[in-house]
């Protein structure tokens, strides 16, 4: 399995909602990434975990909780978003957060494209 | 933080033509990756280039990182429609726990 699989695709959600969106990856990667991108802009790093612990945090608004349960899977938490969060939000994993990310990158998901209302 | 910039933002072109896209940055990098990237999904990892003066080659894609590791280029030949999308340079940044992202190339080919 070399994919990163986030779910779901598409979400709609008002600003008074709470929603998750999750990822799972099946590699035996170390290393877990959230971004937000949005149209026609490069991804924008969230948060990195790094051995299931939360290593990076890019001063991102308290309303995004993010959580690693385990190795294989990654959530982000939503909660009284604003219509300018509205993004594609992308999930993101590497072996390790070290020199594999060096010489292999990262696989990324497919994204979710989240519209707030 | 370590800025990456690419050119052009634009690049519309006819099937068959060549075309160079450049990243540039004052930084050195650990090493340089680009990625492409279609409508509605995520960015997919073309090459890594590691070594000063690497050069790779992905089929009609090259790739070339500078001397001094700041600076990278990929270049198509005999562009195709397919070849369309985002490309996105990305340098190793902070202690390598995470990529840095140039603004990207948005490349048409047009048939």
């Known amino acids: 399995d070399t994919e990163v699989t986030q779910t779901p695709k598409h979400l709609v959600m008002g600003m008074t909602n709470k929603k998750s969106l999750k990822c799972e990856q099946h590699?035996?990667?170390?290393?877990m990434y959230w971004y937000k991108q949005k149209a026609k802009k490069p991804p924008e790093l969230m948060f990195v975990y790094s051995y299931e612990k939360l290593s990076i945090n890019e001063s991102v608004p308290s309303r995004f909780s993010p959580e690693c349960p385990n190795s294989s899977l990654l959530n982000l938490h939503l909660h009284a978003l604003q219509p300018e969060d509205s993004a594609l939000y992308l999930c993101?994993?590497?072996?390790?957060?070290?020199?594999?990310?060096?010489?292999?990158?990262?696989?990324f998901g497919s994204g979710t494209r989240l519209t707030v209302v | 933080t370590q800025l990456l910039e690419q050119s052009p933002q634009f690049l519309s072109i006819q099937e068959g033509e060549n075309l160079t896209v450049y990243c540039n940055s004052s930084s050195v990098f650990s090493s340089l990756q680009w990625y492409r990237q279609e409508p509605g999904e995520g960015p997919v990892l073309l090459v890594t280039v590691v070594t000063g003066g690497e050069v790779k080659k992905l089929k009609r894609l090259t790739f070339q990182f500078g001397d001094a590791r700041k600076d990278s280029s990929l270049h198509i030949t005999a562009a195709q429609p397919g070849d369309t999308g985002l490309y996105l340079c990305?340098?190793?940044?902070?202690?390598?726990?995470?990529?840095?992202f140039g603004q990207g190339t948005r490349l048409t080919i047009n048939p």
């Open positions: 990305a340098g190793v940044e902070g202690g390598a726990q995470k990529l840095v």
């Open positions: 590699m035996g990667h170390r290393a």
């Open positions: 993101a994993s590497s072996q390790d957060p070290g020199v594999s990310l060096y010489n292999y990158g990262y696989t």
